[in-house]
T-cell receptor
Framework: GAGVSQTPSNKVTEKGKYVELRCDPI?????LYWYRQSLGQGPEFLIY????????DSGLPNDRFFAVRPEGSVSTLKIQRTERGDSAVYLC???????????FGSGTRLTVV | GQQLNQSPQSMFIQEGEDVSMNCTSS?????WLWYKQEPGEGPVLLIA?????ELTSNGRLTAQFGITRKDSFLNISASIPSDVGIYFC????????????FGKGTHLIIQP
C-alpha cells in the first residue's frame, strides 16, 4: 500500500482481556517497528523486525507483550491480560532497512477500562 | 525509559517569528532525527542527520547534529500556521536500522 496501515484505529477493551493490533507495512519494506506512545510523551520503542525475525525486542515491557511477523510483511502485536496502564497509542513504522528513515502509521489507540 | 532531554516543552509564538528547539543527551547517538506529529497521526520525518557537525536544511527548517554527538537543534524560520504541532527529536545509537529513542516533544502553538 501507499502508507503504513494500522487496524483497528481505536480499541476499547476490558482489563484482563487479550488484544491484537495489526500493522500492514509499506510494500517491500523489510524492517518493521512497534512503538508505544503515552499521553504527553514521545514514542517509546518496543520491538523491531528485520524480515520475519525479531532483531531487537528489548523494549517489550514484560511477557504479556508479544509480536509476530510470520511472512515478513504484516505484523501483529499481541497483549495478554491487559492492564489499565497499557492504555496508549501503539504506533507501527516500516523502512527499507539500513539507516533509512522510516514511515509511521497513524496508530491504534488502545483504551483499557 | 527516554533519555533525551528536549526543550522547551511548549512554545507560544506569533506567526512570522523564528523558532528554535533543542535536544540533549547524556550518551552519544550516531544519528539524530527530527519528527513532527499532528493530532491523530503518526510522526512524520522532517530532517535526518548522520554526521557530527552536520548542518542540514529542508525549506524553512534547519537542523544541526552537535559535534559531541550528544545534542541537536532544530530551527524553523518565518513560522506559518501549518507549523503547529508537536516536534520530536529522536536518536539512534547503532549505525543500522535500530530502534529510536525519542524526546518528550516540543508543542508549537502559533498565535494569530
Amino acid at each position: 500500500g501507499a502508507g503504513v496501515s494500522q487496524t483497528p484505529s481505536n480499541k476499547v477493551t476490558e482489563k484482563g482481556k487479550y488484544v491484537e493490533l495489526r500493522c500492514d507495512p509499506i510494500s517491500g519494506h523489510t524492517a518493521l517497528y512497534w512503538y508505544r506512545q503515552s499521553l504527553g510523551q514521545g514514542p517509546e520503542f518496543l520491538i523491531y523486525f528485520q524480515g520475519t525475525g525479531a532483531a531487537d525486542d528489548s523494549g517489550l515491557p514484560n511477557d504479556r507483550f508479544f509480536a509476530v511477523r510470520p511472512e515478513g510483511s504484516v505484523s501483529t502485536l499481541k497483549i495478554q491480560r491487559t492492564e489499565r496502564g497499557d492504555s496508549a497509542v501503539y504506533l507501527c513504522a516500516s523502512s527499507k532497512g539500513g539507516s533509512y528513515g522510516y514511515t509511521f502509521g497513524s496508530g491504534t489507540r488502545l483504551t483499557v477500562v | 525509559g527516554q533519555q533525551l532531554n528536549q526543550s522547551p516543552q511548549s512554545m507560544f509564538i506569533q506567526e512570522g517569528e523564528d523558532v528554535s528547539m533543542n535536544c540533549t543527551s547524556s550518551s552519544i547517538f550516531n544519528t539524530w532525527l527530527w519528527y513532527k506529529q499532528e493530532p491523530g497521526e503518526g510522526p512524520v520525518l522532517l530532517i535526518a542527520l548522520y554526521k557530527a557537525g552536520e548542518l542540514t536544511s529542508n525549506g524553512r527548517l534547519t537542523a544541526q547534529f552537535g559535534i559531541t554527538r550528544k545534542d541537536s537543534f532544530l530551527n524553523i524560520s518565518a513560522s506559518i500556521p501549518s507549523d503547529v504541532g508537536i516536534y520530536f527529536c529522536a536518536g539512534r545509537r547503532g549505525g543500522g536500522a535500530d530502534g529510536l529513542t525519542f524526546g518528550k516533544g516540543t508543542h508549537l502553538i502559533i498565535q494569530p
